[in-house]
Nanobody, 123 residues
Framework: QVQLVESGGGSVQAGGSLRLSCAASGYTYRRNCMGWFRQVPGKEREGVAV???????YYTDSVKGRFTISQDNAKNTVYLQMNSLKPEDTAMYYC?????????????????WGQGTQVTVSS
């Protein structure tokens, strides 16, 4: 059974930083892409950043230059470093696995999901 566990969320002031972690287990090998999504009540889940097995990365326009997705393949862990946080970044952040590679795609294409970690950015 594939399990994804997020951590690192919290409450910060605008301009602050957080690093989210996603620990994956249950894989026999790495497949497809992993990514970070976020969602606020009443809106669709939005792709934030995606990373391929080889380390290629893709970002939604609103976070380019501020967020960085990375991975430690030996630890089977994916990270999202979030800098210069803005109130509009406030959301529940989800780790996802087994999605398509090459771009940011909608959440429906991903197979596995974590339970989410809340990020709240105050003014």
């Amino acid at each position: 059974q594939v399990q994804l566990v997020e951590s690192g969320g919290g409450s910060v002031q605008a301009g602050g930083s957080l690093r989210l972690s996603c620990a994956a287990s249950g894989y026999t090998y790495r497949r497809n892409c992993m990514g970070w999504f976020r969602q606020v009540p009443g809106k669709e889940r939005e792709g934030v950043a995606v990373i391929s097995t080889g380390g290629h990365t893709y970002y939604t326009d609103s976070v380019k230059g501020r967020f960085t997705i990375s991975q430690d393949n030996a630890k089977n862990t994916v990270y999202l470093q979030m800098n210069s946080l803005k109130p509009e970044d406030t959301a529940m952040y989800y780790c996802a696995a087994d999605g398509p590679c090459g771009s940011i795609y909608s959440a429906e294409w991903y197979t596995y999901w974590g339970q989410g970690t809340q990020v709240t950015v105050s003014s």
